[in-house]
């Protein structure tokens, strides 16, 4: 064993670049999509603190939907990364046109299930003043689920094929977009919260049909263009892979959209200050959610390649440059919380508030970066169901009802329903990088086997 550890070193060093050129122009493509968010709370929030509210609470349940529907966009990566490190197009394209239709089922199931769920919003307890003015937003962006699924499907294929930067280009000429709309339908057209819901579907879809255009007309697509003959079987097969991955992020996305909603619990205020945080915070989970994404590719590639012993070093890579990089927004959300916090309201209760929770959530950031990754490399090996137990484990029997006891029994409220949350964070962080080094010295002893015989 000692024999190979200077090896072993060298090729997680060796990891380090190729994860960087993936992993950037996945962060940056990434955050081009909450900056949508961020625009839309910048835009609402001279509008008062119920407006911001509302906000809040469609940013709650919208985290269930996408994150399910990550799922969708994930097994759909997984497949394409697989096919392309076989070196096969003709998979790769089947993948993509299975995995768009999925995309555009998922979507629609998103956005019907969407607006079924607004009317149980009162009897969740949220504030009457803000359910007095949410209708029109929460259906907006309930619509919006449609164009930024697809899009992100078609942005799965530019990411796993090496044309990463041009996802980015396409992810930031929807948020050029969103910025002028955004005044626009707010504050020319006086639209009020409707007109954030509006600008951000119509730059959804900009990025959206710009996308197409570039995987129907430039040179270096036609090789995933072609016509391939795609069943309504390879589409349920497709959907079977993503089931459990739905069911995982859904359970994780699902407990965070609880934290929000025990916020409206809390009144106008917490919710605020909570969609403060969740806005800019949601910038910084960029970087780990890129470098899980970049680790599932390059995981992806490898498992096509049949080269197990690479698998350790690209993880070993990524979790030193996530740990570096949380470590760096923790500091951040300490030292300037309260600076981020005034630029986005004026209310001195919902500022106090948000400074606070940015602490919490700096606490949290490492643990954080690390299970997210570990995800994104189990991913990419198409180990599906144990780590969405791991998941679903670590968040509903264990972080909700910590933060409910925290927060409403023993009355630390907003920060202590944050500390709950932390909770099942730092489990999953512990479980999921196990279950990896466990399966991954598996499949290298099998290799081992198998060269020997």
Not at 22 to 48: E, N, R
Not at 113 to 122: D, E, S, T
Not at 252 to 262: D, K, R
Not at 360 to 388: E, F, H, W, Y
Request: charged share 10%; hydrophobic share 60%.
């Amino acid at each position: 064993m000692s024999e190979q550890s200077p090896s072993t070193q060298a090729s997680t060093r060796a990891e380090f670049w190729p994860l960087i050129r993936l992993a950037v122009p996945l962060m940056v493509g990434l955050a081009a999509a909450l900056l949508i968010g961020v625009v839309d709370t910048a835009m609402i929030s001279p509008l008062g603190t119920v407006p911001l509210a509302a906000a809040g609470v469609t940013t709650a349940v919208l985290i269930i939907l996408i994150s399910a529907l990550w799922g969708v966009i994930t097994a759909m990566s997984v497949q394409i990364s697989q096919a392309e490190g076989a070196g096969d197009p003709t998979r790769v394209a089947m993948a993509l046109r299975s995995g768009l239709l999925l995309c555009l089922l998922g979507g629609g199931s998103g956005m019907l299930l969407m607006i079924a769920l607004y009317p149980f919003l009162g009897p969740l307890g949220q504030p009457e003043e803000v359910l007095a003015i949410l209708l029109p937003y929460w259906v907006s962006m309930a619509i919006w689920i449609i164009p930024f699924t697809l899009f992100f499907g078609l942005k799965a294929l530019f990411d796993a094929v090496e044309w990463p930067w041009t996802a980015v280009g396409l992810s930031y000429l929807g948020v050029l977009f969103n910025v002028p709309a955004n005044y626009t339908f707010i504050h020319i057209l006086n639209l009020g919260i409707l007109g954030a819901g509006l600008a951000s579907i119509l730059s959804q879809c900009v990025s959206l049909l710009a996308a197409w255009l570039v995987l129907s007309k430039a040179a270096g697509m036609v090789e995933f263009r072609q016509k391939v003959a795609v069943s309504w079987a390879q589409v349920w097969e497709q959907c079977k892979d993503a089931m459990p991955l739905c069911l995982g992020y859904a359970g994780e996305g699902g407990a965070y959209a609880i934290v929000g909603l025990m916020m409206g619990w809390l009144g106008a205020n917490a919710l605020a200050a909570h969609q403060i945080v969740n806005a800019l915070a949601g910038l910084a989970y960029m970087i780990p959610l890129g470098m899980a994404g970049a680790v599932a590719i390059r995981v992806g590639l490898t498992v096509g390649a049949e080269n197990p012993a690479r698998l350790r070093p690209i993880v070993k890579a990524s979790f030193i440059m996530v740990t570096l990089w949380q470590g760096l927004a923790a500091v951040v959300f300490v030292v300037a919380g309260r600076a981020m916090a005034e630029t986005m309201s004026n209310d001195p209760a919902v500022i106090d508030l948000a400074v606070t929770l940015f602490v919490i959530v700096a606490l949290l950031q490492v643990a954080d970066g690390i299970q997210g990754t570990a995800l994104g490399a189990l991913r990419g090996m198409s180990d599906m169901n144990l780590p969405t137990i791991i998941t679903l484990a670590a968040y509903w029997p264990l972080a909700l009802p910590v933060g409910y006891l925290l927060g409403f029994v023993f009355g630390f409220g907003a920060a202590g329903v944050w500390l709950g949350y932390a909770v099942g964070l730092v489990v999953a962080a512990i479980a999921l990088p196990w279950r990896f080094w466990w399966l991954t010295g598996r499949r290298q002893q099998a290799s081992d086997v198998g060269t020997q015989g």
